[in-house]
T-cell receptor, first 115, second 108 residues
Framework: DAEITQSPRHKITETGRQVTLACHQT?????MFWYRQDLGHGLRLIHY???????NKGEVSDGYSVSRSNTEDLPLTLESAASSQTSVYFC??????????????FGAGTRLSVL | RKEVEQDPGPFNVPEGATVAFNCTYS??????FFWYRQDCRKEPKLLMS???SGNEDGRFTAQLNRASQYISLLIRDSKLSDSATYLC?????????FGIGTKLQVIP
């Protein structure tokens, strides 16, 4: 069965360190997204990609970067981790809207703590 | 004004009750509409898509009112297992915007 997996599931790091969160999907979806979820804010879009070599900033992109070298993967990098980046991070993917409906499928999430 | 607005609740309802959630959206050009369910500390999962004609899936009924720009979700005969946060989602092209979610707690 097709799926979307995130790793690691839990991560503790120190302020100032570079951290990379992995996201891998086997849906063959063109569109991939990274969100963070914090109490009181809901899901907020960090970065997204509509295909290989395409990346775009979301509403809370400062301090984060992504790269898309293949269809399956969209790793999220925190260049210099800050305590404000302690959060739960979700990766999602979707098929092209022409196929239908923008349904996004989510990974299980990564809980990141920056100390 | 937020793109998608929901009452965060919590809604505390007894088992067997009917409960309704509403959600409003600001972009009249929005094309796709969904309800997602999110259990505590888990990923959001699609509950149902929402169409102008309304759609029903068992005890769940979703409605879309484009003129007033709101979406509703009705849950009949609530079960303990319905306790979760329900996210309203509105999309245009590839992008979607999530509401903050409405927390439902079904009480025995």
């Amino acid at each position: 069965d097709a799926e979307i997996t995130q790793s690691p599931r839990h991560k503790i790091t120190e302020t100032g360190r570079q951290v990379t969160l992995a996201c891998h999907q086997t849906w063959n979806h063109n569109n991939m997204f990274w969100y963070r979820q914090d109490l009181g804010h809901g899901l907020r879009l960090i970065h997204y990609s509509y295909g290989v070599q395409d990346t775009n900033k979301g509403e809370v992109s400062d301090g984060y970067s992504v790269s898309r070298s293949n269809t399956e993967d969209l790793p999220l990098t925190l260049e210099s981790a800050a305590s404000s980046q302690t959060s739960v991070y979700f990766c999602a993917s979707s098929a092209d809207p022409q196929e239908a409906k923008n349904i996004q499928y989510f990974g299980a999430g990564t809980r990141l703590s920056v100390l | 004004r937020k793109e998608v607005e929901q009452d965060p609740g919590p809604f505390n309802v007894p088992e067997g009750a009917t409960v309704a959630f509403n959600c409003t959206y600001s972009n009249s050009a929005s094309q796709s509409f969904f309800w997602y369910r999110q259990d505590c500390r888990k990923e959001p999962k699609l509950l149902m898509s929402v169409y102008s004609s309304g759609n029903e899936d068992g005890r769940f009924t979703a409605q879309l009112n484009r003129a007033s720009q709101y979406i509703s979700l009705l849950i009949r005969d609530s079960k303990l297992s319905d306790s979760a946060t329900y996210l309203c989602v509105v999309g245009r092209y590839q992008k979607v915007t999530f509401g903050i979610g409405t927390k439902l707690q079904v009480i025995p």
